[in-house]
Nanobody
Framework: QVHLVESGGGLVQAGDSLRLSCAAS????????MGWFRQAPGEDREFVAA???????EYADSVEDRFTISRDNAKNTVYLQLNTLKPEDTGRYHC????????????????????WGQGTQVTVSS
């Protein structure tokens, strides 16, 4: 069982930056691939970024040149650095964990993930 707790969201202006954190319980964090997804009001949840247990990363096209995912296995934490934020980045950001050993495009799918956090809200004003 993995328990995930996100933090770092807030209300910012367009062009600002935020760093989201996701703290994971358990001793086997390093064996999990981690992902970030977001959901805007009235919209489906969408993939943002993922990092495999080997630290290979995947990004949604809309964020690839602005967001950076990273992990610190010693702290059982995955981060999402959000730069040059836009109003369309507004949403609730959830982190997720999966024990599957593969990476690549399958990390972009919600159904790949076994555990989910409650999320942290990011609101970007124009």
């Amino acid at each position: 069982q993995v328990h995930l707790v996100e933090s770092g969201g807030g209300l910012v202006q367009a062009g600002d930056s935020l760093r989201l954190s996701c703290a994971a319980s358990g001793r086997t964090f390093s064996s999990y691939a981690m992902g970030w997804f977001r959901q805007a009001p009235g919209e489906d949840r969408e993939f943002v970024a993922a990092i495999s247990k080997f630290s290979v990363t995947e990004y949604a096209d809309s964020v690839e040149d602005r967001f950076t995912i990273s992990r610190d296995n010693a702290k059982n934490t995955v981060y999402l650095q959000l730069n040059t934020l836009k109003p369309e980045d507004t949403g609730r950001y959830h982190c997720a964990a999966t024990s599957v050993p593969y990476g690549g495009l399958r990390l972009k799918r919600e159904d790949t993930y076994d555990y989910w956090g409650q999320g942290t809200q990011v609101t970007v004003s124009s």
